[in-house]
């Protein structure tokens, strides 16, 4: 079983929902050489290295319809495989992408115009964008631990929680964190990396 059959198998994905994917694969093949979206190191492990990683996050979405945001969005990862696994299984919940730069905005436009995603682009630096009150706040691979709580404080709801996937200096970056902040946490065991964790976190304010 190749990481694509693994994906749709370990997630149970509609095959409309696993169509959607391989077109978003397809896209992010053609756009990176020009813009380097991923590694180029990763561009032949996306379902593993990326797909797998970011779709490990939906377990988050409530029964109800919410706004879900993301920021640094770069390629898309998690927001967009997000954003496909919810139109089936969600479609009224929303997607903002908080990305600022414009040819990676462009290429997020246009994934989300082919595949009819329920998502909108919003192209500013995240702490020049006005607060989203987002109900669910991602971000994969972009900062530590401490700055992500000051873009949370930011742009999640008062009852919105933060989802971080973090590698193997979560631990370190716990404590780092606690310096500035209060915060209720979960520490969630990662599907892809066995040293990593996801970090559910909600009830953040300032120490």
């Known amino acids: 079983m190749d990481y694509r059959d693994a994906f749709q198998t370990g997630f149970n994905v509609s ?3 696993m169509a959607i994917l391989d077109d978003y694969a397809a896209l992010l093949r053609k756009w990176n050489p020009a813009i380097n979206l991923v590694s180029k190191s990763t ?4 379902w593993q290295r990326h797909f797998h990683d970011s779709a490990q996050i939906y377990r988050f979405q409530p029964e109800s319809p919410c706004h879900w945001a993301d920021l640094g969005s770069g390629g898309g990862f998690p927001a967009l495989v997000l954003a496909a696994m919810a ?7 929303r997607f903002t992408l908080v990305e600022s730069d414009l040819r990676k905005c462009t290429f997020l436009r246009t994934v989300i115009r082919d595949l009819g995603l329920n998502a909108t682009v ?5 702490e020049e964008t006005k607060g989203l009150n987002a109900d669910i706040l991602t971000a994969r691979a972009l900062a530590s631990l401490d700055k992500l709580l000051e873009f949370a404080n ?9 989802v971080f996937p973090k590698g193997d200096r979560f631990q370190a970056e716990i404590t780092q964190a606690k310096a500035n902040w209060r915060f209720d946490l ?4 990662s ?9 559910k976190i ?5 120490v």
């Not at 561009?43 to 996306?46: A, D, F, P, S």
């Not at 599907?191 to 970090?199: C, E, S």
């Not at 909600?202 to 300032?206: A, L, V």
Request: charged fraction near 25%; proline fraction near 9%.
């Open 15 to 17: 095959r409309e929902t």
């Open 43 to 46: 561009i032949n492990t996306l």
């Open 87 to 93: 139109k089936e299984d969600s479609p009224e919940s």
């Open 122 to 126: 919003i192209t500013a630096r995240i």
């Open 154 to 162: 930011l742009h999640l709801s008062p009852t919105g929680i933060a």
């Open 186 to 189: 979960e520490e969630i065991p």
């Open 191 to 199: 599907r892809t990396n066995p040293t990593g964790a996801i970090l």
């Open 202 to 206: 909600g009830g953040i304010s300032r």
